[in-house]
T-cell receptor
Framework: EAQVTQNPRYLITVTGKKLTVTCSQN?????MSWYRQDPGLGLRQIYY???????DKGDVPEGYKVSRKEKRNFPLILESPSPNQTSLYFC???????????FGPGTRLLVL | ELKVEQNPLFLSMQEGKNYTIYCNYS?????LYWYRQDPGKSLESLFV?????AVKQEGRLMASLDTKARLSTLHITAAVHDLSATYFC????????FGKGTRLHILP
């Protein structure tokens, strides 16, 4: 089944404790992206990747890192999480950067 | 800087009625996307509109694009309860920008 998977789905952590949210797609998509969704603000793009080893900042990249060492994986790293990073995070992928995106199930993060 | 505005942000309507959601964007965008999100779920692609005058239809939903007016519409015909969801439009320059979403509640 073609899909985008994210892990974990739910995470509670404390300020400053590094964490990684994994994202994997099995559709051989070139483009991958991370978003955060907050009430009243819609979806905002954090980082995106056009292909392996090619990443770029989205609208709200501060406090996040990403890497794209393999085509299928695009992990999101929070080196020192803070409470303002409490949010719902979505990973998405598409064949090309202009194509419609397929979204993962979401990761709900709470930073205390 | 590209900005995307949807209106209305909340819409409650009766089954059987027609309504339109509007999506305005501030600068040139080479395509316009519509997504649906059910409560507690992920986003699902509905339409991609590629050019001026493009119209796409799926069931009771029809999306159109006017690039000169920088406006896309999502029209709902004879609404049914199953269409209750939040609908997002998104436009793109070098980044993809989403609108804040329209929460649609259809009353039986």
């Amino acid at each position: 089944e073609a899909q985008v998977t994210q892990n974990p789905r739910y995470l509670i952590t404390v300020t400053g404790k590094k964490l990684t949210v994994t994202c994997s797609q099995n559709m051989n998509h070139e483009y991958m992206s991370w978003y955060r969704q907050d009430p009243g603000l819609g979806l905002r793009q954090i980082y995106y990747s056009m292909n392996v080893e090619v990443t770029d900042k989205g609208d709200v990249p501060e406090g996040y890192k990403v890497s794209r060492k393999e085509k299928r994986n695009f992990p999101l790293i929070l080196e020192s999480p803070s409470p303002n990073q409490t949010s719902l995070y979505f990973c998405a992928s598409s064949y090309g950067w202009q194509e419609t995106q397929y979204f993962g199930p979401g990761t709900r993060l709470l930073v205390l | 800087e590209l900005k995307v505005e949807q209106n209305p942000l909340f819409l409650s309507m009766q089954e059987g009625k027609n309504y339109t959601i509007y999506c305005n964007y501030s600068t040139t965008s080479d395509r316009l996307y519509w997504y649906r999100q059910d409560p507690g779920k992920s986003l699902e692609s509905l339409f991609v509109l590629l050019s001026n005058g493009a119209v796409k239809q799926e069931g009771r939903l029809m999306a159109s694009l006017d690039t000169k007016a920088r406006l896309s519409t999502l029209h709902i015909t004879a609404a049914v309860h199953d269409l209750s969801a939040t609908y997002f439009c998104a436009a793109r320059d070098d980044k993809i920008i989403f609108g804040k979403g329209t929460r649609l509640h259809i009353l039986p």
